[in-house]
Each structure stands twice: as structure tokens, then as C-alpha cells.
């Protein structure tokens, strides 16, 4: 299993996770073409998608969405609660029901609720027969079923969103900076250490941080918040950035 970012902050997110012939896209948060010249760059044409999932329907997540399914004929997954706030009917949507897993193509796909601003919104465990990989961004805090459901994953794609002290002086609004920060938000730096220090992290292999705000927060101040927790661990540390995003990366079972 490999996966890679097509970019990952507040002005999109697309993530491309692939295993034998099937290929997710999860989530679309940029143009058609956007999307499209994001994907040659990892060498992929849109037609070798098999389907797009979609974590909630704010628009750094489902831009694209809509022109991308309609022009390659691709299967849309989200839950109920999202189409609906969508306003889409049912053609060419899959309804994906919250904490079960579903069979697409070679690759097993978790939905997993999480707590965040938007109608049903979900996050995703992807696995094959020996490979588990999570992704976690906009999650307002984490919850114990979160903690129950990432155990045991070779690869996670993780938010650190903001830095409470770069927040809390920023150029955000009180409303905005109180919806950021809130339960029902985005998780800050120290969340996500929080959540890496709850996780049997013997598998974990690879982690990459995502989500980073370019207002609220910065690269460096992320890897120090997870650097306490990450100090006997032997895996690796990457960004996906709003631009570049971040290149193919293998996700392999812990020897």
C-alpha cells in the first residue's frame, strides 16, 4: 500500500491511497483542473481512480467533487448526513454508514465518526490483509473511540491544525478562533501529541502531519509539540504541505 497528498491545509485537501489495481481519492478540496494537474504530478491520469471518499462536505473538501465523479464516472462515498447537507441526491453516490467497513476493489475502508462542524462527518482507516493506515484531520478532540479505532496502524496521515498561542493572537475573529479551537473544530498541536501518546506506536512506522494552518500555525512548532512523545520512536516524520502536498510514500508492516 503507498499512499500520497495532493496538498493538505484550509484551501484544499486530496489524498491518494492505492493497493494492487484500486486507487481512493479521499476527499477533493481543489478545482477539476487543479485536481487534475495535482494528480499528473504523482502520475496519475483521473480515469485510474476507482472512487472518491468524502470525510464532510466544507469545501477545502468537496470542491472538486462533483465535476471530478461526473467527468470519469467515479463512485462518490459519504455518509447520508453529508449528501444531504450536499444537497446531491442519490445518483452515483454510496452511502457509507458511520463506524463499518466496506470492500472497494483490494482495499477494506473504515468510516470512523468523528467530532467536527459538519453534518455526519467521518474519518477513514484504509487496510489491506497486512496493512492498516489512518487518516485523521478535522476533528474538533479526541474521543476514546478514536483512541480505540487507530490502534494498531502502520501509517497515519494525522491533523495538527493550530497553535493555541498563534490562535489566540492571530488575525482570526473570536467566533472563528472559538469554532477553531472548539470540540468541535480542529485539532491543535498538542491534541495530536495527546492522541499519539494513547497509541500502541510499536507498528506505527509513518506519520505524516497534516492540516497545518498557514495562519494559526507553523511545521516546526508541530514536529516540537509531537517530538516529546515521538522521543523513542524509530519510524518516520513527514509534512504534507497546502501546495506541494507530499510524493508517494510505501506504508509497510512493522517488521
Not at 12 to 19: F, R
Not at 188 to 205: I, M, V
Request: glycine share 10%; proline share 4%.
Amino acid at each position: 500500500m503507498r499512499y500520497c497528498s495532493l496538498g493538505s491545509g484550509s484551501k484544499g485537501n486530496a489524498t491518494v491511497i492505492e493497493h494492487g489495481g484500486t486507487r481512493l481519492l479521499v476527499d477533493c478540496g481543489f478545482s477539476l483542473r487543479s485536481t487534475e494537474q495535482r494528480l499528473a504530478v504523482a502520475g496519475l491520469h483521473a480515469s485510474q481512480l476507482t472512487a472518491i471518499l468524502v470525510t464532510h462536505e466544507h469545501s477545502d473538501h468537496v470542491h472538486g467533487v462533483e465535476k471530478l465523479a461526473r467527468r470519469y464516472n467515479l463512485p462518490v462515498f459519504m455518509t447520508a448526513g453529508t449528501r444531504h447537507a450536499l444537497g446531491l441526491g442519490t445518483e452515483g453516490i454510496e452511502t457509507l454508514a458511520l463506524d463499518r467497513s466496506i470492500e472497494i476493489g483490494d482495499l477494506r475502508v473504515e468510516s470512523v465518526a468523528v467530532p467536527h462542524d459538519a453534518r455526519e462527518p467521518c474519518q477513514f482507516i484504509v487496510e489491506n490483509d497486512t496493512t492498516r493506515f489512518g487518516l485523521l484531520t478535522d476533528t474538533g478532540m479526541i474521543t476514546p473511540w478514536i483512541i480505540e479505532r487507530y490502534q494498531q496502524l502502520d501509517g497515519l496521515l494525522l491533523e495538527a491544525n493550530y497553535d493555541p498561542d498563534m490562535l489566540a493572537s492571530g488575525p482570526y475573529p473570536p467566533r472563528l478562533k472559538a469554532r477553531v479551537g472548539g470540540q468541535h473544530g480542529h485539532l491543535s498541536n498538542q491534541q495530536a501529541a495527546g492522541l499519539l501518546a494513547e497509541l500502541d506506536r510499536q507498528r506505527l512506522k509513518h506519520l505524516a502531519v497534516a492540516h497545518i494552518s498557514e495562519k494559526n500555525n507553523h511545521p516546526d512548532l508541530a514536529r516540537d509539540a509531537l517530538s516529546g512523545v515521538l522521543a523513542d520512536w524509530s519510524g518516520q516524520l513527514l509534512v504534507a504541505c497546502q501546495n506541494q502536498g507530499l510524493p508517494w510514500q510505501p506504508i509497510h508492516q512493522a517488521a
